[in-house]
């Protein structure tokens, strides 16, 4: 079991930077791959970006290539977002996902079964 909590969400200007944090429980949180997902009002939950367990392999979505970073720190059970020159569609609750499997960069929500609560971000114009 792996309890997830995210931070670092709030109100941004467009063209500035937010940092999220997701904060796991688990002693063996160094063995998930970690991805973070967004959920706009009356969209479908999405996947932003993805990394394996040891940190050296990220995937991104399209829409968040070279703005959004995704990094981890193993010895700390963290996961972060680093999102820059972030656009009002950018708004969202944003959320931390472990995933079932245990090798791979999963860009599939079926794939990650563990939830943190979420965090929203609103991005104004």
């Known amino acids: 079991q792996v309890q997830l909590v995210e931070s670092g969400g709030g109100l941004v200007q467009a063209g500035g930077s937010l940092r999220l944090s997701c904060a796991a429980s688990?002693?063996?949180?160094?063995?998930?791959?970690m991805g973070w997902f967004r959920q706009a009002p009356g969209k479908e939950r999405e996947v932003v970006a993805a990394i394996n367990w040891s940190g050296a392999n990220t995937n991104y979505a399209d829409s968040v290539k070279g703005r959004f970073t995704i990094s981890r720190d193993n010895a700390k059970n963290a996961v972060y977002l680093q999102m820059n020159s972030l656009k009002p569609e950018d708004t969202a609750v944003y959320y931390c996902?472990?995933?079932?499997?245990?090798?791979?960069?999963?860009?599939?929500?079926?794939?990650?079964?563990?939830w943190g609560q979420g965090t929203q971000v609103t991005v104004s114009s």
């Open positions: 996902a472990a995933s079932r499997l245990r090798v791979g960069v999963p860009m599939t929500r079926s794939e990650y079964i563990y």
């Open positions: 688990s002693r063996s949180f160094s063995m998930y791959p």
